[in-house]
């Protein structure tokens, strides 16, 4: 199915990615997981709580996908692998991708896909902050769960502590497994493929990508299934708030920007297009030293009418006075 812009955008300019305003977006969120990860780290009591909380939940709901996954990827290599290279590297990969893409091919909708995945990200670090969680491969072994990144580790550059590389796991936060992030970004980039891919493979990508992922972050045992329930509750949330906050934004651009915008200041030579500058070369100009003149042309008396004689110049200058 070919693609469709928006109607009154067909002919919208394309513009070069900006790295320099959007690179301060990346970091400020970077930033407010850094403080979050520094808040929780302490917290470890009240992770395994509330991980053990959920597991209570899903129990009374008659929910339990995550030890028939982990079991499978744990027993089977040639799943367990690939679903591990899944979990630590696609969300780092596709999501930028994705964005960079938007970027350079929709630019008329860049800045929406980009405020609704931002938004949700900071709702989301505002839950890992108030509500800590343990994963299951964290959870005592009594509960049945095997740390499948820990097991396949020697495959890949991750260690036993997270999907980070190897001597960086304190770097992570451990404990933000509520909600899901791995499941709101691939949810996003399933929306994004759906509304913008335009071709039958970007679709059926859109769909199988949030899907496979819910499956692995279950199967690995980094998140429950509500935690997965949870990150598509964050990005129905980050959907619905992000034209707030592109009002006010662009409010606060208003106010802020026009005190360091300079005025530009015309130059000479720019102010106007003909050669001679606005100088007049019509008869009758009035060079320096030379006294003012009439005009050449007589009212009513066509530019390529003859002269008239000397003479009939001073009885029509001196007609006026009789």
């Given at each position: 199915m070919p693609h469709t812009e928006t109607?009154?955008?067909?002919?919208?300019?394309?513009?070069?990615?900006?790295?320099?305003?959007?690179?301060?977006?990346?970091?400020?969120?970077?930033?407010?997981?850094?403080?979050?990860?520094?808040?929780?780290?302490?917290?470890?009591?009240?992770?395994?709580n509330?991980?053990?909380?959920?597991?209570?939940?899903?129990?009374?709901?008659?929910?339990?996908?995550?030890?028939?996954?982990?079991?499978l990827l744990t027993r089977e290599p040639w799943l367990g692998i690939p679903a591990d290279f899944w979990y630590a590297s696609l969300h780092y990969l596709v999501t930028p991708a994705l964005l960079i893409w938007l970027f350079r091919s929709r630019a008329v909708h860049f800045r929406a896909a980009r405020t609704w995945l931002m938004t949700s990200t900071f709702i989301g670090l505002i839950g890992f902050t108030l509500l800590p969680t343990c994963p299951p491969r964290l959870l005592d072994a009594s509960h049945g769960f095997v740390d499948t990144m820990a097991q396949y580790s020697s495959y890949g550059w991750w260690a036993g502590e997270a999907s980070a590389p190897r001597g960086l796991g304190g770097l992570t936060n451990q404990y933000a497994a509520m909600p899901s992030l791995h499941v709101g970004w691939a949810l996003w980039c399933g929306v994004i493929l759906w509304r913008h891919g335009g071709t039958r493979l970007a679709k059926t990508a859109g769909i199988g990508y949030p899907l496979v992922t819910v499956v692995v972050v279950m199967g690995t045992a980094n998140h429950y299934f509500l935690d997965a329930v949870a990150g598509a509750a964050v990005m129905g949330a980050?959907?619905?708030?992000?034209?707030?906050?592109s009002r006010n934004t662009d409010r606060l651009k208003a106010r802020v920007l026009p005190r360091f915008v300079p005025v530009p200041v015309a130059s000479p030579a720019s102010g106007s297009p003909i050669v001679s500058d606005g100088c007049q070369t019509s008869a009758g100009e009035q060079f320096p030293g030379q006294r003012q003149l009439e005009p050449r042309f007589a009212s009513g008396t066509e530019p390529g009418d003859s002269p008239p004689a000397r003479g009939e110049d001073a009885e029509t200058a001196a007609a006026p006075a009789r």
């Open positions: 109607p009154g955008t067909e002919g919208a300019p394309a513009t070069r990615l900006r790295w320099w305003t959007e690179l301060p977006l990346i970091l400020l969120v970077y930033a407010c997981y850094s403080a979050g990860r520094l808040l929780v780290r302490g917290d470890v009591t009240d992770a395994v509330h991980g053990l909380a959920i597991l209570r939940i899903e129990q009374a709901l008659y929910l339990n996908a995550e030890h028939p996954l982990n079991r980050g959907l619905l708030l992000a034209p707030v906050v």
